[in-house]
Every structure is written in structure tokens, then in C-alpha cells.
């Protein structure tokens, strides 16, 4: 933990694992889905399913889901505002295996895509995004995070990473599928990557899928 | 890193934490000593806002004891020291209700800096300047806390969490009133002291009984120890010592009082009741 971590951060209560943890895994879903969507399910497991609608942990998915930051005072009048957006949104409870304790499985739909997240409040408020769809990860979002469905040939990664132009601070690269000749591959880095090295990555003719899911601002 | 390696560095302290933070996470000392602005100021912004404000908390096990204590006129404490209690008590309250709040250290504990901070704005006329260096200084203490043990209650009890803030808290006083680094980790000991061995046992496992008044009562503990600190009084074991007891004792806590909400106060027939009371409440609000 850095010193900026054991003094704060800025948050709304009453659990950094149960109220912030849980708001910035759907945070990461809203990022990643590029907004708001239009259905959301929310399957909650473990510890979640037991204390978490004490800990106003539905409320705080709710808010991640809309987008609002970890700080924001309309957190706990999320489900009015939800409806009165008129997002359609569920909780569930279910067994979901060998996971961490307070573990959410969220599935989203926009637009007529279908997104499954599954995350994971570590304490402190630290996440770990441990599934992308059927792809098993470990993403912190403590950097800003590239990730990439690519074309699973020769030199595919190496041209993308000559695209990021910024440092990478962590690399992950993963055949999902040997059939199809698919493979995911995750790029953390310290700076933010720009608005044209990512419009070259996703042009590029390696790249299937791309999302950028840039780590907030007023988290340092 | 242990406490007395940053002490003797043979610069300003807050200095010397700053610059261990850069070290290691590579953002400038600029940077985060205005990220600890904002986060001082977020405090002091709401101590004066919740100031004896009554909560509607989640669970409704408390939510009226920092406007009981704003209304009440103290006959014992010092005006210091009643003042810092409202602020703990209310702070710790609007978490409970989720308001905003700086989880210094965390959530459940985050009334007792923001208390004596506020006191010190409001009874001492502290300076900007003065309260951030202090203020460093209690994350200094936070951070060697949990870099050789723990400030998470499900790992160490109650006493890595409130036991963390109070030695903080007493690490700031003792610093804004005699700039000494010797003397803010004899408060700190002190502080850390007085809470070895407090157990994690909230009621229902809600952030309310007993956080609420636990964080009452360590802001004065931490204002004690700093009272003690100013008049020389030195701990016989040093800081770093202390905390290793810390994380030995936590470790040897069982899991029903490590913020489970099953052992400790949780386990007692009132607890049971009020948390059976709130479920039926609860499931009837579902139905309806």
C-alpha cells in the first residue's frame, strides 16, 4: 500500500470492500462497455450475498454501473436515480465457486452486446478483475488497461505494442481459442495512451476488439 | 521501514515520508503533498459539515450520538477534547450512513484524525502549513503500521484499525505542538498501547455498534497520549516494537473476531436480537 492508500482515499462509507470495492468493479464494467448499459445483472457471491445489502454494497453497484465516481454524495440515492434512468438492472445470489469472498459476477447488455465481468473486492477498496467474458485475467485497474482481442499469428502483439508508444508496466497475452486463431491480450501501462495510438491499434488488421478502460484521474 | 529509519534521516519528517512515497511509487513530492491537501481539506470539510448532524445509517443502530454529544455541555472533557468527540462520533456516523469520508485508515475508523484536526483548526487557530506537516507525519505512523503489520480489521481486530488512527492522531498533535519526531512516536506508542488486543466484532457485521463510539473514545485516547507525550512522559517500548506486538497478537486473534460479526459483542443476545429484529424489518420492506 502506498501512503496515499493507508490515509485515504476519499470515499463513501461504511466498507472500502463492501461500498468502494464493489463500486469501482462496476465502474471498470461501465468503462469497459463505453457507458451505461441498457440491462444489467448483478450476481453476488460470497460475503457480497451476505452483509452486502447491509453494507449498501447494491447501492454502490448501482452508482459504479451509472458511472459515478467513489466520492460521489448521490451513491446512496443510486437505485431511485437508476430507475428514474430507467436502467433495468437485477441482483441475484449464487454460488460461484472457488473465488474470493466478496466476489460479483456482472453481466451487462448494450446496445444488444452481452458483457460478462467478474471481479473481485480485495480490501482497501483494491480490485482484481479476475474474468472478461470467458477469458480468465488479473487486472488491479490500477494502470490504465488495454484490452485486445488480436489475431493469434506471428507478430500480431509486436506491431500493437509499437502502437502503445507509452511505458507498459504489465503484459498479458493468452490463446482463447486455437480453432479461430483468437487470443486476448491485456497491456497496463503508467501514462494514459492517446487518442491516436489507440485509434491506430484498433485499425490495426491484428486487432478483432478493443477497450480502453483508462484508470480515473483523481486516483493516483 | 520502520519508524525510527525515517527518524533518522536527519531531515524534516514529512519531508523524509514524502520522499520514501516517491521512492517507491515514483509520483513527486509536489504531487503528493498536494494529494494530501485535498485530502485534509476533504476532512476538515466534513467535520464541519456533519458536525453533530444526525444519520439515518444503514442498519439504524445508531446514527443520534454525535448530536447527543453536540447538544450536551461537558462537565468532564476539555473543550478540545469534546469538540474532537463530536467530530469522531459524527464522522463515523455519516459513514454509517454513507456519506463521504476519507478512510484514514479506513472507513470504519475514519472520525478519529479528522477529530483532533478540526479541533486543532477550530481552538488552536492552527496554520494550513503546520496541520499538513502534522498531518504527514500520522500517515508516516499509518504507514509503518501497515507496512509491518496490518490496518485492515479482518486481518488484526480493532486494534490495527482504530488502534492505527488513535496512534496517528496522537502522532499529529504531539507533532503540530512540539515538531518533534521523537516525541510524536512516544504518542503513537502510547496510543497503540492503550488499544493492544481490541477485538473486531461488529454487531450484524454493520460499520455501526461498536465503531461508532469506539471512535469517540479513541480520538481520546489519542489526545491523552499526546498530553502525555508534551510532558516528556516517554514509552518504554519503542514504536516499532509495539507495532510488531500488534501483529502478533492480531494474528493470534481467532477468525470470530476479525470483523466476521460472529464473536465479541456480535455474539451477544442483544446483538442477535437487534440483528434478527433489523432481517424482519428488512424482508417485510422487500415484500412490500
Known sequence: MSLLDVVGPVMVGPSSSHTLGALRIARFVYKFVGGMPDRVEFVLHGSFADTGFGHGTDKALLAGIMGMHADDERIRDALRIANEKRLDY???????????????????????????????????????????????????????????????????????????????????LKRIDALRKIAVGIVETDEEISEDCLREIENSRFVEEMYYIGRDADEI | ???????????????????????????????????????????????????????????????????????????????????????????????????????CPTGGACGVVPGVMYALKKLKGAQYDELLNSFIVAGGIGWCIEKNATIAGAEGGCQAEMGTAAAMASALLTYYFTESGEKAANAAAIALKSMLGLVCDPVGGYVEVPCVKRNGIAVNIAISAAEMALAGIESVIPFDEVVEAMHRVGKSLPESLRETGLGGLAATPTARKIVKDLKLRQHSAEKQ
Open chain 1, 90 to 172: 437485477s441482483f441475484s445470489v449464487e454460488d460461484l465457486g472457488d473465488v474470493h469472498p466478496n466476489t460479483i459476477l456482472v453481466r451487462a447488455n448494450k446496445n444488444g452486446k452481452m458483457t460478462e465481468i467478474r471481479g473481485s473486492s480485495v480490501g482497501g477498496g483494491e480490485i482484481e478483475i479476475n474474468r472478461i467474458n470467458d477469458c480468465e485475467c488479473s487486472l488491479s485497474w490500477e494502470f490504465h488497461t488495454l484490452v485486445l482481442v488480436i489475431k493469434d499469428v506471428p507478430g500480431a502483439m509486436g506491431q500493437i505494442l509499437g502502437d502503445v508508444r507509452v511505458n507498459i508496466s504489465n503484459l498479458y
Open chain 2, 1 to 103: 521501514m520502520k519508524f525510527k529509519e525515517i527518524l533518522s534521516a536527519g531531515v524534516p519528517l514529512p519531508e523524509e515520508i514524502l520522499r520514501r512515497e516517491m521512492a517507491e511509487s515514483g509520483v513527486p513530492v509536489e504531487l503528493l503533498r498536494r494529494e494530501m491537501q485535498k485530502l485534509m481539506e476533504v476532512m476538515l470539510e466534513e467535520a464541519e459539515k456533519q458536525y453533530g448532524k444526525r444519520q439515518k445509517t444503514l442498519a439504524g443502530f445508531t446514527g443520534d450520538n454525535g448530536s447527543k454529544m453536540a447538544s450536551h455541555d461537558a462537565v468532564m472533557l476539555s473543550e478540545f477534547s469534546h469538540m474532537a468527540t463530536v467530530v469522531a462520533l459524527s464522522l463515523a456516523e455519516s459513514n454509517a450512513a454513507m456519506g463521504r469520508v476519507v478512510a
